[in-house]
């Protein structure tokens, strides 16, 4: 099992920064990739950015160029952090951090809680 915490998120005005954080616990050394997704109210969720095990990144178009993923790897814990910069108002919305990891020979998935996040003037 994997567990997730995620920290961070607020409201901030357009071309201000915010940093997520999400801590994973538990059997760390089966996480495949690490990720962040966001969900606005009445549209479904959507990737916006990803890491892997061995640190290659994905990232949304919408996001590119603004946000970084990074994770930094402790004896018991995988911290990812997700740093969004020049962050617009369609940026609004509810970001979950994943896990998709092993369990044996069948991939799961581990969810945070979910942060709030607001652009707003």
Do not use: H
Request: hydrophobic share 35%; proline share 2%; with cysteine.
């Amino acid at each position: 099992q994997v567990q997730l915490v995620q920290s961070g998120g607020g409201l901030v005005q357009p071309g201000e920064s915010l940093r997520l954080s999400c801590e994973a616990s538990g059997s760390i050394l089966s996480i495949v990739v690490m990720g962040w997704y966001r969900q606005a109210p009445g549209k479904q969720r959507e990737l916006v950015a990803t890491i892997t095990r061995g640190g290659s990144t994905n990232f949304a178009s919408s996001v590119k160029g603004r946000f970084t993923i990074s994770r930094d790897n402790a004896k018991n814990t995988v911290t990812v952090y997700l740093q969004m910069n020049r962050l617009k108002p369609e940026d609004t919305a509810v970001y979950y951090c994943n896990a998709r990891w092993m369990a044996g020979t069948t991939a799961e998935n581990s969810w945070g809680q979910g942060t709030q996040v607001t652009v707003s003037s």
